[in-house]
């Protein structure tokens, strides 16, 4: 009875941006749009496992009224992934002391290196438990079976992993969910992800950069990784920003905004895609690249608080 909530589906700032005035930020803001920080809460029956817990994690759990966490899942050492877990303070607080157990965070060696610095005091409190995993090796959580997977996300983000997750599906059966985190490359893919049935994909930007120097995926990167996964369902993109530089716009000068390398283009035509700003503009622009380049993956722009049943 695996259930998947978007608490959250934007990049490291969220979106719109403070003080942005690109046409992308312009563009949400007139739709009333934002994207927080991104992060997953799956439910099966009554256990919870939070996928990355980022700074907007008070607001994403007292909306979504999220009643207790079972687990959290932290892919990597950024900020915007895991620097909400004092948030989780309140799950124990409500309680008497003797019934709350330490909420297990599970991360890389190398992840906890960092996130034990901020947060040593949460374990001290019996808050949480860190829980060390190992890329390529499978673990339980609940009715959770957990497959970590190393991620290349640069040099600043060494023990970055995705999550392949398997709970049950609601009419019977096993199903897989798969968590990609923020990436540019799954090095040596392991073939334990090809064809789960969810894929939840990065997709930082629409274009992929001259330069990727975040290390983070694009639409267009990803549509290449769909292919490889070849997914039996749905894939959600998740961790948009506002990073393409949009044609004639006098915010194309900032440093957040990267000049495409060969941008996605119609077949035949010699202008590019135009740059999506709202939700239904992303929709559009990915339905619409999946049906000229005859690519048959169903693909999901996920938007927060966005509840999906598999
Ligand atoms: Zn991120
Ligand atoms: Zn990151």
Same mark, same amino acid.
């Given at each position: 009875?695996?259930?998947?909530?978007?608490?959250?589906?934007?990049?490291?700032?969220?979106?719109?941006?403070?003080?942005?005035?690109?046409?992308?930020?312009?563009?949400?803001?007139?739709?009333?749009?934002?994207?927080?920080?991104?992060?997953?809460?799956?439910?099966?029956?009554?256990?919870?496992?939070?996928?990355?817990?980022?700074?907007?994690?008070?607001?994403?759990?007292?909306?979504?009224?999220?009643?207790?966490?079972?687990?959290?899942?932290?892919?990597?050492?950024?900020?915007?992934?895991?620097?909400?877990?004092?948030?989780?303070?309140?799950?124990?607080?409500?309680?008497?002391? #003797?019934?709350?157990?330490?909420?297990?965070?599970?991360?890389?060696?190398?992840?906890?290196?960092?996130?034990? !610095?901020?947060?040593?005091?949460?374990?001290?409190?019996?808050?949480?438990?860190?829980?060390?995993?190992?890329?390529?090796?499978?673990?339980?959580?609940?009715?959770?079976?957990?497959?970590?997977?190393?991620?290349?996300?640069?040099?600043?983000?060494?023990?970055?992993?995705?999550?392949?997750?398997?709970?049950?599906?609601?009419?019977?059966?096993?199903?897989?969910?798969?968590?990609?985190?923020?990436?540019?490359?799954?090095?040596?893919?392991?073939? #334990?992800?090809?064809?789960?049935?969810? !894929?939840?994909?990065?997709?930082?930007?629409?274009?992929?950069?001259?330069?990727?120097?975040?290390?983070?995926?694009?639409?267009?990167?990803?549509?290449?990784?769909?292919?490889?996964?070849?997914?039996?369902?749905?894939?959600?993109? !998740?961790?948009?920003?506002?990073?393409?530089?949009?044609?004639?716009?006098?915010?194309?000068?900032?440093?957040?905004?990267?000049?495409?390398?060969?941008?996605?283009?119609?077949?035949?035509?010699?202008?590019?895609?135009?740059?999506?700003?709202?939700?239904?503009?992303?929709?559009?622009?990915?339905?619409?690249?999946?049906?000229?380049?005859?690519?048959?993956?169903?693909?999901?722009?996920?938007?927060?608080?966005?509840?999906?049943?598999?």
């Amino acid at each position: 009875m695996m259930d998947i909530t978007f608490l959250g589906t934007g990049g490291a700032w969220g979106v719109p941006e403070i003080n942005c005035d690109c046409a992308i930020c312009r563009e949400m803001r007139a739709k009333g749009e934002r994207r927080d920080r991104t992060s997953i809460l799956l439910a099966d029956n009554d256990a919870t496992l939070l996928i990355d817990c980022g700074p907007d994690a008070r607001e994403q759990l007292r909306r979504n009224k999220v009643k207790k966490i079972d687990a959290v899942l932290i892919s990597h050492e950024h900020n915007d992934h895991y620097i909400g877990l004092d948030e989780l303070f309140v799950y124990k607080r409500v309680l008497p002391n #003797e019934v709350f157990s330490p909420i297990p965070v599970y991360l890389t060696h190398e992840t906890r290196l960092v996130v034990e !610095v901020r947060f040593a005091y949460l374990e001290e409190l019996g808050v949480i438990k860190f829980k060390e995993i190992e890329p390529g090796q499978w673990f339980r959580q609940g009715p959770f079976r957990i497959f970590p997977f190393k991620t290349d996300h640069g040099t600043f983000a060494k023990g970055s992993v995705g999550f392949m997750v398997q709970g049950t599906r609601h009419s019977g059966g096993n199903a897989r969910l798969l968590y990609t985190s923020d990436f540019a490359e799954i090095p040596d893919m392991p073939t #334990e992800l090809v064809g789960c049935d969810i !894929v939840i994909m990065q997709s930082f930007w629409l274009n992929e950069p001259v330069d990727n120097r975040p290390k983070h995926m694009s639409f267009q990167n990803a549509i290449g990784y769909i292919k490889r996964l070849k997914p039996r369902g749905e894939t959600f993109l !998740v961790h948009m920003g506002d990073a393409d530089r949009v044609p004639g716009d006098p915010a194309n000068h900032m440093a957040k905004k990267y000049e495409p390398k060969s941008p996605l283009k119609p077949p035949l035509e010699k202008d590019p895609y135009p740059i999506p700003g709202n939700q239904v503009q992303w929709q559009n622009t990915v339905d619409q690249i999946l049906r000229d380049h005859d690519i048959s993956y169903a693909v999901t722009v996920a938007q927060d608080n966005l509840t999906v049943r598999i």
